[in-house]
């Protein structure tokens, strides 16, 4: 049996992906099972429902000498701790490769896309396609939707353009109103504590040999989390503390300006004054990692 996860703190991509690479894998003639590694925000579970499928179960075990795929990682730091233990026979990613280390030689599909989910879709022979039923197709579409922020972040390409199009064909969808109910989902940050945003959409990185957790919430409007900024400041120090990182990093994403506003708990960047806003900062891949590599001094 093969166990398909995706990384820590899941979104969309993470879970839907996994889910529909265990499916491929089971196409392919193999036995295959997506799990889950955390809790699913509103907008993955807005996708499953909308879909009419079940969500993978939590993986509540270890992985110790397991085969596994990975799915939307390859940071050590982003998946289970028994990762380290597994045999990890495939990898399907689209973010920059981290330092996960195999036993033996796995199947390594990594490309410049904008979601894991296009790069799945393309690996598929036509055949694979035709037996996806429209709601498997649902999953993939919602992945990419949001992970390319409905085709409109920097990370966005024509592969991604054009694996929506076959999408949105299969399912039959209302791309516009899928879209905007999908980014209702994705922004919705009403009821949720601090601690709950701050988990929503965090990730683990090693940058010039700092620890850094870089936490990212995308918003209609910067002001809809006004009430809780001074709890989440506290969150993000409190996580720092718990997780021994150097830096812990909110990005408050405007989808709608397209800007983000940076704020920072740790001492790594203490010198630059907060918020940071960076104008057309919409991607945490692309652009987010880039600017810390370009301010973190390496590590003493």
Not at 3 to 25: E, F, K, Q, Y
């Amino acid at each position: 049996m093969i166990h398909v996860i995706g990384h820590l703190n899941p979104d969309s991509d993470a879970i839907c992906t996994a889910a529909m690479t265990a499916r491929w894998l089971t196409l392919r003639g193999q036995q295959a099972t997506a799990w889950r590694a955390g809790e699913p925000n509103r907008e993955t579970q807005f996708i499953f429902a909308h879909a009419g499928l079940d969500m993978p179960e939590r993986l509540t075990f270890p992985l110790t000498d397991l085969d596994v795929w990975v799915v939307d990682f390859t940071e050590p730091t982003q998946g289970p701790e028994s990762l380290s233990e597994s045999n990890v026979v495939g990898i399907i990613d689209h973010h920059r490769l981290g330092g996960l280390v195999t036993r033996l030689p796995p199947e390594v599909w990594v490309k410049p896309v904008g979601s894991s989910a296009t790069l799945l879709w393309q690996l598929m022979t036509d055949d694979e396609r035709s037996q996806l039923s429209s709601a498997e197709a649902v999953l993939l579409l919602g992945a990419i939707l949001s992970d390319t922020v409905t085709l409109r972040s920097p990370t966005t390409t024509s592969d991604d353009s054009q694996a929506v199009g076959a999408l949105v064909q299969k399912t039959g969808v209302d791309l516009d109103a899928f879209s905007r109910d999908l980014l209702s989902a994705k922004t919705s940050v009403e009821g949720m504590s601090a601690r709950e945003l701050l988990h929503k959409d965090i990730k683990t990185f090693t940058i010039h040999g700092h620890k850094v957790c870089v936490a990212q919430l995308e918003l209609y409007a910067l002001r809809q989390v006004d009430g809780v900024l001074d709890d989440l400041r506290e969150e993000m120090t409190r996580y720092a503390e718990e997780n021994q990182a150097a830096l812990v990093v909110l990005m408050l994403t405007d989808i709608n300006l397209g800007d983000t506003s940076l704020w920072f708990a740790g001492s790594a960047l203490s010198d630059i004054p907060q918020p940071c806003k960076v104008e057309g900062m919409l991607s945490r891949k692309k652009q987010m990692l880039p600017w810390l590599e370009s301010h973190l001094k390496p590590r003493q």
